[in-house]
């Protein structure tokens, strides 16, 4: 089954959301989880029951590799020089 992008997380039936180890217990997490079509949904975690956006594995696995080699840091601190 397909998920469009905008779905509602509740109306995704039973998914497993997972966040970072590091995560905080006050809701500033993105979650993720994987559907039964394999795509994976990522989510507010601060909005658990709101929107998401579903991206196909090879997009997160792009996604991932360049937060490892840092090409996402000046996201974290838009003004550190």
């Known amino acids: ?3 469009p992008n905008g779905t509602r997380a509740a109306d ?6 997972r966040r ?11 979650e993720f989880a994987v559907l039964d079509d394999g ?3 990522v989510r507010n975690a601060r909005d658990p029951e709101g929107p998401v956006l579903v991206y196909t ?8 590799d360049g937060a490892k080699k840092g ?3 000046d ?4 003004f550190r020089d």
């Open 71 to 73: 090409e996402f840091d």
């Open 57 to 64: 594995p090879a997009e997160i696995s792009a996604f991932v």
């Open 39 to 41: 795509q994976v949904a």
């Open 12 to 17: 995704l039936g039973p998914v497993t959301w």
């Open 1 to 3: 089954m397909s998920h």
């Open 20 to 30: 970072p180890a590091g995560g905080t217990a006050d809701g500033q997490n993105v």
């Open 75 to 78: 996201m974290v601190d838009p």
